[in-house]
């Protein structure tokens, strides 16, 4: 039975990844996860795509936040604010559990594969979810009132200032072992790229030594969920990205943004008109339902993708 590597970011990226992990054996998925949003902050090491799908996978995410962990409290939080600590990234009290097991565990030389490895077992998850490298690749953001690190420009800023370009400090830093194996297993059967923005959770990923030569030179189907659905981003900075960066729009601007590196894109039903148009430029196009309000429909997803790509 031939292996799926799954490459994804946060929010509907870890709701593809649950379908994905729902559908499919454990030792049949791999589960590559973009790092370059990961941050220092109040003396925790915070990796926001990890714990989105770490927490989607064991089925403690806050499906109404979009984030972080259902039914959390915010009590630590409350204290830091009053002792005069930055509160401009909010750590819930369960969430925070996480940011130090972790901390912790690198202080004490684990590398960030190994701390992963750790959590997801003691969260009980049978998949491989890995970051996408041990080492530091982080997303700056270049606007007007200066380049910024990821998470100042997102959640500080609240994506307010123009993105006049992104790049990748430490970029063609090494795929981690688990990416790396995933890469070069004789069964491996099908690439997935998760609905995730391309150009701040795809691109570091892309970015890493190696991976996109490896994707161009695919040697098995290479599958993109659009993370557009009517044409526009469910949340998130997408719309805004593509509008600054002169990217086109919908999804030809999605397949542009991909192009050379998959062969199937899969769209949102709202979106049909759409594919007559990609499939004229070489692409195969699957429409479906993409937007996943609840876990039946992660599966539901994940199984017409592995129909799709032809893989029981």
Same mark, same amino acid.
Request: proline residues 6%; hydrophobic residues 50%.
């Given at each position: 039975?031939?292996?799926?590597?799954?490459?994804?970011?946060? /929010?509907?990226?870890?709701?593809?990844?649950?379908?994905?992990?729902?559908?499919?054996?454990?030792?049949?998925?791999?589960?590559? /996860?973009?790092?370059? $949003?990961?941050?220092?902050?109040?003396?925790?090491?915070?990796? =926001?795509?990890?714990?989105? %799908?770490?927490?989607?996978?064991?089925?403690?995410?806050?499906?109404?936040?979009?984030?972080? %962990?259902?039914?959390?409290?915010?009590?630590?939080? +409350?204290?830091?604010?009053?002792?005069?600590?930055?509160?401009?990234?909010?750590?819930?009290? *369960?969430?925070?559990?996480?940011? &130090?097991?972790?901390?912790?565990?690198?202080?004490?030389?684990?590398?960030?594969?190994?701390?992963?490895? *750790?959590?997801?077992?003691? !969260?009980?998850?049978?998949?491989?979810?890995?970051?996408?490298? $041990?080492?530091?690749?982080?997303?700056?953001?270049?606007?007007?009132?200066?380049?910024?690190?990821? #998470?100042?420009?997102? %959640?500080?800023?609240?994506?307010?200032?123009?993105?006049?370009?992104?790049?990748?400090?430490?970029?063609?830093?090494?795929?981690?072992?688990?990416?790396?194996?995933?890469?070069?297993?004789?069964?491996?059967?099908?690439?997935?790229?998760?609905?995730?923005?391309?150009?701040?959770?795809?691109?570091?990923?892309?970015?890493?030594?190696?991976?996109? $030569?490896?994707?161009?030179?695919?040697?098995? =189907?290479?599958? +993109?969920?659009?993370?557009?659905?009517?044409?526009?981003?469910?949340?998130?900075?997408?719309?805004?990205?593509?509008?600054?960066?002169?990217?086109?729009?919908?999804?030809?601007? &999605?397949?542009?943004?991909?192009?050379? !590196?998959?062969?199937?894109? %899969?769209?949102?039903? #709202?979106?049909?008109?759409?594919?007559?148009?990609?499939?004229?430029?070489?692409?195969?196009?699957?429409?479906? #339902?993409?937007?996943?309000?609840?876990?039946?429909?992660?599966?539901?997803? +994940?199984?017409?993708?592995?129909?799709?790509?032809?893989?029981?």
């Amino acid at each position: 039975m031939s292996h799926v590597l799954a490459l994804s970011g946060g /929010v509907g990226g870890a709701k593809l990844a649950a379908g994905l992990a729902a559908v499919l054996p454990p030792e049949r998925l791999t589960i590559i /996860v973009n790092t370059g $949003d990961d941050f220092e902050h109040l003396g925790l090491t915070i990796c =926001p795509d990890i714990d989105s %799908v770490v927490y989607a996978l064991a089925g403690l995410n806050d499906r109404v936040r979009g984030w972080g %962990v259902a039914e959390e409290s915010w009590q630590a939080m +409350a204290m830091l604010r009053r002792l005069g600590e930055a509160d401009w990234f909010n750590l819930g009290d *369960r969430d925070m559990a996480m940011h &130090i097991a972790r901390s912790w565990r690198l202080r004490a030389g684990e590398t960030l594969s190994a701390v992963t490895a *750790r959590l997801t077992r003691a !969260l009980g998850i049978g998949a491989c979810v890995a970051p996408m490298s $041990d080492a530091r690749l982080a997303t700056l953001i270049e606007t007007d009132a200066g380049t910024m690190d990821f #998470q100042r420009w997102f %959640v500080g800023e609240q994506c307010r200032p123009v993105a006049r370009a992104i790049r990748f400090a430490g970029a063609g830093a090494p795929p981690s072992p688990a990416f790396a194996g995933a890469l070069a297993r004789p069964d491996l059967g099908a690439i997935i790229v998760c609905p995730s923005n391309p150009f701040l959770s795809v691109d570091p990923i892309l970015a890493l030594g190696g991976v996109r $030569d490896a994707l161009a030179s695919r040697r098995v =189907p290479v599958l +993109a969920v659009s993370p557009l659905i009517g044409g526009a981003a469910v949340k998130g900075p997408l719309d805004k990205l593509l509008a600054e960066r002169g990217a086109g729009t919908g999804n030809a601007a &999605i397949a542009g943004h991909y192009a050379g !590196l998959i062969d199937h894109l %899969v769209i949102d039903r #709202q979106d049909d008109p759409d594919a007559g148009g990609l499939r004229a430029s070489g692409l195969f196009v699957t429409v479906t #339902q993409t937007l996943m309000h609840a876990p039946g429909d992660q599966a539901r997803l +994940a199984r017409e993708i592995l129909k799709a790509l032809a893989i029981p």
